[in-house]
C-alpha cells in the first residue's frame, strides 16, 4: 500500500514539473465586433478618453485608474489602466480613416513567472480576463447603438 502511495505521489509530482515547464506563462487573444452605429460616432467614442470611460468594463470591474498616453484621438493613442499604480491593461489606436474604418486594441497582458502561473490558469483568470474584454466591446457596442437610437 504504501509502494502504491508513494508510486502515486511520484506520479502527482511529476505531473506538476510538466505543467510548470511546459504550460505557457503568458496568455494572449484578441476579439472583433461589428457595431451598427455611424462611423463618425463609433470614431469619436473609441478614441476619445472621456467617451471610453463612459462605455468601458474595466475600470468598475477592476477598480483601476486609468491615464492617457500621446495624443487622444489619434493612431498611437493608448488609455492605460492601471491596479494600485501597477500598469495592468491598455487599449491603443492603431488605424484611423474617418468614415471608413476604427481600429483598436485591447491588451491585457498578466505574465505569471513560474510556478505561480498554474494558480492563475487553473483557477480561471485567463477566462475572467477574455470574458471581461467581450464585455468591453459589448459596452462600446451597447453605447454606440443606443446613442444612435436617442439621436433618431
Known sequence: MENVL???GLLAG???AIAIFFLPNAVRYSEKIVINAPVE????NIRLQE???LWSAWPEATGST??????????GARTVFFDQGKRFEHQEIVDLKPNQKVALTLNFINTYHRP???PARLFG???????LQVKDLEGLKQYSELKLQKAL
Do not use: P
Open 6 to 8: 508513494l508510486g502515486l
Open 14 to 16: 511529476l505531473g506538476l
Open 41 to 44: 460616432q463609433v470614431y469619436d
Open 51 to 53: 467617451r471610453l470611460m
Open 66 to 75: 486609468c491615464s492617457l498616453e500621446n495624443e487622444d484621438g489619434s493612431v
Open 116 to 118: 505561480f502561473h498554474l
Open 125 to 131: 483568470i485567463v477566462k475572467w480576463t477574455r470574458a
